[in-house]
């Protein structure tokens, strides 16, 4: 158990050194409610509204760090020129988040701007295309960190010199997403969308040691979903999906299905209740409550991999809100996909 305990020490002091060495992004468990993060395309791609804003909350890892990990995100999208572009529509956008990761202070900040444009084919599919563009800016605390050579025997002493050089605490470059959507809603039960995009296009360099090769390039992660939204009748929605993800050596595996549970008799009152599984991670429970088109949610992600023995099955918590609406002049418009 002792020897365990060393390990897993040196495992949370070391996870913001190789946070920043591999480049991994960020990540929620609940994608299907971070759009503009998932794919750019998505931008201006609401099929029941005409804009939306939405922020995420996801704590991770505090059953086995002093400092958890912190992720925050704030989005809003819109359509523009719906009734100016012929069968078509530009969505315009903007997300910002902020990842705060381990006892290193490891503080991760990105803003990006968001355009997508939006084009029927036929009365019963849309085809979509959009990029993302931004800054982004990663900082570290050295004086926080403990390093494998500062290990005494017993503990960790930041008054021991170490091998490890950082020359500089504090990095920003431009970042560029790009990706494409199709989806098919053949009658008003079924809808059915997926996307596939790039982030990193431009490969930014992103690193805290002196180097003057093309080492620190952040390397492309791809990204594809699948999105289903099924009406089974006037009281019930399901909404079946999934979503995969890799970059560098690292690749993520998400599905799942939710449902809407209509209380009223126009749909002003939802209740949300849904099931997911990470491969080989963890399987997320996943409540909530829609009021007037006002969504929050809440997911759970219970380990299930072998660090559940450490982390007692506690992975991290997630929460969301989404606001969705129409503009005055289209409140009779009807939504695309099936609803209540």
């Known amino acids: 158990m002792i020897r365990f305990k060393k390990i897993l020490v040196l495992l949370t002091v070391m996870l913001p050194v190789t946070n920043f060495i591999q480049a991994q992004d960020l990540?929620?468990?609940?994608?299907?409610?971070?759009?503009?993060?998932?794919?750019?395309?998505?931008?201006?791609?609401?099929?029941?509204?005409?804009?939306?804003?939405?922020?995420?909350?996801?704590?991770?890892?505090?059953?086995?760090?002093?400092?958890?990990?912190?992720?925050?995100?704030?989005?809003?999208?819109?359509?523009?020129?719906r009734n100016k572009l012929e069968n078509g529509w530009l969505g315009l956008g903007a997300v910002l988040l902020n990842d705060q990761a381990g006892s290193g202070s490891l503080t991760s900040t990105k803003i990006y701007g968001s355009v997508a444009y939006h084009q029927m084919l036929g009365l019963s599919s849309l085809l979509s295309a959009g990029f993302n563009i931004g800054w982004a800016n990663k900082s570290i605390n050295q004086s926080k960190l403990k390093f494998p050579d500062q290990f005494d025997g017993k503990f960790f002493d930041n008054s021991l010199p170490t091998a490890v050089i950082i020359t500089n605490n504090n990095v920003s470059y431009l970042d560029v997403h790009a990706g494409v959507n199709y989806a098919y809603f053949p009658d008003e039960n079924v809808y059915i969308n997926a996307g596939y995009s790039i982030q990193h296009v431009n490969r930014p360099r992103e690193t805290f040691f002196a180097d003057n090769t093309?080492?620190?390039?952040?390397p492309f992660r791809q990204t594809a979903f699948v999105n289903a939204i099924l009406k089974l009748n006037d009281r019930v929605i399901v909404n079946p999906n999934a979503y995969f993800s890799t970059q560098a050596n690292a690749t993520e595996l998400v599905a799942g299905i939710n449902a809407n549970y209509n209380l009223s008799e126009?749909?002003?009152?939802?209740?949300?209740?849904?099931?997911?599984?990470?491969y080989k991670d963890a399987i997320i429970p996943y409540v909530g409550f829609e009021l007037k088109k006002l969504q929050f949610a809440f997911s759970y992600d219970v380990t299930l991999s072998s660090l559940s023995s450490f982390n007692g099955y506690r992975g991290g918590s997630e929460f969301s809100i989404i606001k969705k609406g129409f503009y005055p002049e289209n409140s009779d418009r009807q939504s695309i996909c099936p609803s209540f």
């Open 214 to 218: 093309n080492a620190g390039r952040i």
């Open 266 to 278: 126009a749909g002003e009152k939802q209740l949300l209740a849904g099931v997911y599984y990470r």
């Open 27 to 81: 990540h929620f468990s609940q994608f299907f409610n971070s759009p503009l993060t998932t794919n750019p395309a998505n931008t201006g791609f609401i099929p029941d509204a005409d804009y939306r804003i939405g922020a995420q909350y996801r704590n991770q890892w505090s059953s086995v760090m002093t400092v958890p990990y912190k992720t925050i995100s704030v989005f809003a999208d819109a359509q523009v020129f």
